[in-house]
């Protein structure tokens, strides 16, 4: 049983940075295709960026955002630079067996969720 855990969200002010970590208690991701997702109020939830063998953005964040994993497959991290208003979201680890996939629907296995809020 996957059992995936957020963390690193908070208020940071336009411009600023964040790193979010997911971690599925201690056991190694390496199994997983990991990735982030967001979903803002009112809208639906998003691919953010994710990471098997290889690394995919959404184009709303690439150069800015980078994901990225230890060395153990234990936590992913996904540091977001140059933070903008509309970054705000809570933000989501998920994981599936297979590769690469933008669908949520793909993803059976997710944490609870951070908030990423992004002031003026």
């Known amino acids: 049983q996957v059992e995936l855990a957020e963390s690193g969200g908070g208020l940071v002010q336009a411009g600023g940075s964040l790193r979010l970590s997911c971690a599925d208690s201690?056991?190694?991701?390496?199994?997983?295709?990991t990735g982030w997702f967001r979903q803002a109020p009112g809208k639906e939830r998003e691919f953010v960026a994710s990471?098997?063998?290889?690394?995919y953005y959404a184009d709303s964040v690439k150069g800015r955002f980078t994901i990225s994993r230890d060395n153990a497959w234990n936590t992913i991290f996904l540091q977001m630079n140059s933070l903008e208003l509309e970054d705000t979201a809570v933000y989501y680890c998920?994981?599936?067996?297979?590769?690469?996939?933008?669908?949520?629907?793909?993803?059976?296995?997710w944490g609870q969720g951070t908030q990423v809020t992004v002031s003026s």
């Open positions: 990471i098997g063998w290889s690394k």
């Open positions: 998920a994981c599936r067996i297979g590769g690469y996939s933008l669908d949520p629907a793909d993803y059976p296995y």
């Open positions: 201690g056991r190694t991701l390496r199994p997983y295709f």
